[in-house]
């Protein structure tokens, strides 16, 4: 099946500082999202980006499908923008696959 | 609405009980989803409903499962659970199986198997 990779897998922040999370996918996808997972337990859907950019807010999001990853920015950190983030993407087999996800920690 | 509803949030049963998780949605969407997660996993996919059809298992237990009453009403029934099924189980729906949809998940039942 498609293999997902999240980078970097842990991510400490001080308050206000920007952050890149990188997603490489292993083959071609239709469909591919940006979760946030907030500490109890809830999926948050940020992006629903199979190719091009998007932004809201504080939060964009690039993916390059013809070379298989996808980048999301987050700028001036905020405390409650910690948490796990996940990619997910939809290849050959019609299933959502999540990768491994990035915690991001963001200190005040 | 734009949400998927699951119930309980919260779920403590022992290894003899019987119990079911339910998870809601009006959005019309004609595909809806059972996660696993264990703790710092991401979710795993459990069973996958179409058109209230079952069309995937990935091979989960007979001591899960799922049922889907209607279009909108999903349910996993729980039955002689071992404490390794601890786990958050999340429930998603989408448009329609398949690639070009995104999908929104529920808010989760944390289970607990004492």
């Known amino acids: 099946g498609i293999q997902v990779e999240q980078s970097p897998p842990d991510l400490i922040l001080q308050e206000g500082a920007n952050s890149t999370l990188r997603c490489n996918f292993s083959?071609?996808?239709?469909?591919l999202q940006w979760f946030h997972q907030n500490p109890w337990g809830q999926l948050i859907n940020l992006f629903y980006?199979?190719?091009g950019t998007k932004q809201n807010g504080r939060l964009s999001a690039t993916t390059v499908a013809t070379e298989r990853y996808s980048l999301l920015y987050i700028s001036s950190s905020q405390t409650t923008d910690s948490g796990v983030y996940f990619c997910?993407?939809?290849?050959?087999?019609?299933?959502?696959?999540f990768g491994s996800g990035t915690q991001l920690t963001v200190l005040p | 609405d734009t949400e998927v509803t699951q119930t309980p949030k919260h779920l403590v049963m022992g290894m003899t009980n019987k119990k079911s998780l339910k998870c809601e949605q009006h959005?019309?969407?004609?595909?809806m989803y059972w996660y696993k997660q264990k703790a710092k996993k991401p979710p795993e996919l459990m069973f996958v409903?179409?058109?209230?059809?079952?069309?995937i298992n990935e091979s989960v237990p007979s001591r899960f499962s799922p049922e889907c009453p209607n279009s909108s009403l999903l349910n996993l029934h729980l039955h002689a659970l071992q404490p390794e099924d601890s786990a958050l189980y999340l429930c998603?729906?989408?448009?329609?199986?398949?690639?070009?949809?995104?999908?929104?998940f529920g808010s989760g039942t944390r289970l607990t198997v004492v």
């Open positions: 998603a729906s989408s448009p329609s199986v398949g690639e070009n949809y995104g999908y929104t």
């Open positions: 083959d071609s996808v239709n469909n």
């Open positions: 980006i199979p190719s």
């Open positions: 997910a993407v939809v290849g050959s087999a019609r299933q959502l696959t």
């Open positions: 959005m019309g969407h004609r595909a």
């Open positions: 409903y179409s058109y209230e059809k079952l069309s």
